[in-house]
């Protein structure tokens, strides 16, 4: 496992830490208190976080809940699986030449998932990025190998957050549902509309086998659409 080099360009991020805003802390950790309370009733460990369209905020969500996590001592990985546009390496400092999910999918070898891996100094996340960008990301996500490679992940780590495309855009999302326990559907003010977001969550319940139906099956789940709240208002005090 690497560590992120501190000399590569990036864009900037605004995250959660000592000089972010309170209100802006305490619904991250909001967020988690929530996620928490539907693990324990539950398996609830793989979330895939993902929005309606472009521009929605879902990179920032992911990665401040991913470091968030990891603040109460929990061991979080951040998977970078929008493989359309991938931003998570530019804003956490990941070298764009470093091995990431696609390498490791088309290695075949679970050996190489290790190397890819990043250890983010400071945040107490680990990362693995997208990688070299392919020209079949729809196929890649829904390769044997990158069910394995989730599978490792979920033995090695408490919490697997990924980051995936927009789901009405695309059906990467929609693919990797069959993998998670749970999605997170980013919403924002001024920028999802209302049959934007109710088009994704259909989209999203129409997938034979989609996380919704297990988390449905294992447990009441009122917290669930306080989530969506949640999130809703996070997005309001950016």
């Known amino acids: 496992m690497s560590k992120a080099s501190k000399n590569t360009s990036h864009r900037k991020l605004f995250t959660v830490g000592s000089d972010a805003p309170f209100q802006f802390v305490e619904a991250y950790k909001s967020l988690r208190t929530n996620l928490e309370f539907l693990s324990s009733a539950g398996n609830c460990k793989t979330i895939l976080i993902t929005s309606s369209v472009p521009e929605e905020g879902k990179t920032n969500v992911a990665v401040n809940l991913a470091m968030t996590i990891a603040a109460s001592g929990k061991r979080v990985v951040l998977v970078d699986c929008d493989l359309r546009k991938a931003t998570i390496s530019r804003y956490l400092r990941i070298p764009r030449n470093h091995a990431g999910l696609t390498n490791v999918i088309t290695s075949k070898d679970e050996g190489a998932l290790a190397a890819a891996l990043v250890r983010v100094k ?51 999302a929609a693919v990797l549902c069959r993998m998670a326990d749970g999605v997170l559907l980013v919403v924002r003010p001024g920028v999802t509309t209302i049959q934007s977001a109710q088009l994704s969550k259909k989209n999203l319940e129409a997938v034979p086998g989609c996380c919704h139906e297990r988390l449905q099956r294992q447990a009441e789940r009122p917290p669930r659409r306080l989530l969506l709240r949640l999130l809703l208002q996070l997005l309001r005090r950016r």
């Open 122 to 172: 400071d945040s107490g996340i680990t990362v693995l990025a997208a990688g070299t960008i392919p020209p079949n990301p729809t196929e890649l996500l829904s390769a044997p190998m990158t069910e394995k490679i989730f599978a490792s992940l979920q033995k090695a780590f408490d919490y697997v957050i990924v980051d995936t495309p927009p789901v009405s855009l695309v059906t990467d």
